[in-house]
């Protein structure tokens, strides 16, 4: 595939303000491909005879953002290959640009982005929510420390490429504490105004 042949939405907001739960929903709807970073970057973790297992779970566990090559790779790769099988064009990037050289990278090396949707979420939300899911998720980083640490990436890190994204009016902010049936309103409403 080429820049020009795929359309790209990026998906960004704190850990556990409900990128997953609202993406998948708009797959339902719009027929999106929903590419999640953190799901690539666990399945690689798990994939028998990877290269980076170890390295990606202290990312994960410790909060941090795995270097951009890794994340990269996974996403063209995931892209190419529904392109190739479905002849997919309509992406959901969920979780990712999270890093202002990743934002710069994907945008240069693989296409650009449409839009952002912005998920924003008070951070005691955020917290009862991830640690509700921890009961059962096992996912390593949905405990206390863990989700400390992610809180601090997403502000120091993460925020500085929604501002980016902002500063080219590119971001739809989305009302996260309420409901899921509101918020996905909300992102409906967003999408059906750009999305032909
Ligand atoms: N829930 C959802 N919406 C709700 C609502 N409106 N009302 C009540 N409850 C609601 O939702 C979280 C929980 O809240 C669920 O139990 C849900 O039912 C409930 P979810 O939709 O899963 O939220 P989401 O925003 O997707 O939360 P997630 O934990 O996946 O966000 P993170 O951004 O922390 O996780 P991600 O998987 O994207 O990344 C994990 C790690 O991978 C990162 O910390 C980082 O270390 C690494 N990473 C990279 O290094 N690079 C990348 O590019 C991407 C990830
Ligand atoms: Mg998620």
Redesign the pocket.
């Given at each position: 595939f080429s820049a020009d042949q795929i359309s790209v939405i990026f998906v960004l907001?704190?850990?556990?303000?409900?990128?997953?739960?609202?993406c998948a929903k708009l797959v339902e709807d719009y027929g999106f491909v929903h590419l999640?970073?953190?799901?690539l970057?666990?399945a690689e973790q798990a994939r028998e005879g990877s290269e980076y297992g170890t390295l990606i779970k202290h990312?994960?566990k410790?909060?941090?953002?795995?270097p951009q090559e890794i994340?990269l790779a996974l996403l063209k790769n995931a892209i190419q290959e529904h392109y190739n099988n479905k002849g997919a064009k309509n992406f959901l990037i969920?979780?990712?640009?999270?890093?202002m050289d990743?934002a710069i990278s994907f945008e240069e090396q693989i296409a650009p982005s449409k839009f952002t949707l912005f998920?924003d979420c008070p951070e005691n939300v955020m917290l009862e929510?991830?640690l509700?899911?921890g009961k059962t998720?096992g996912?390593v980083?949905?405990n206390i420390e863990s989700i400390k640490k992610?809180f601090k990436?997403?502000v120091e890190t993460s925020m500085p490429v929604v501002n980016y994204f902002d500063k080219q009016s590119k971001v739809v902010k989305i009302r996260?504490?309420?409901?899921?049936e509101?918020?996905y309103n909300q992102v409906k409403a967003a999408v059906d105004e750009r999305v032909p």
């Open positions: 907001g704190g850990p556990g303000a409900g990128k997953g739960t609202q999640s970073a953190g799901d970057l666990r990312y994960i410790e909060g941090l953002i795995v994340t969920d979780g990712f640009p999270r890093k990743q998920f929510r991830l509700e899911r998720s996912r980083d949905d992610r990436t997403f996260c504490d309420e409901p899921v509101k918020v």
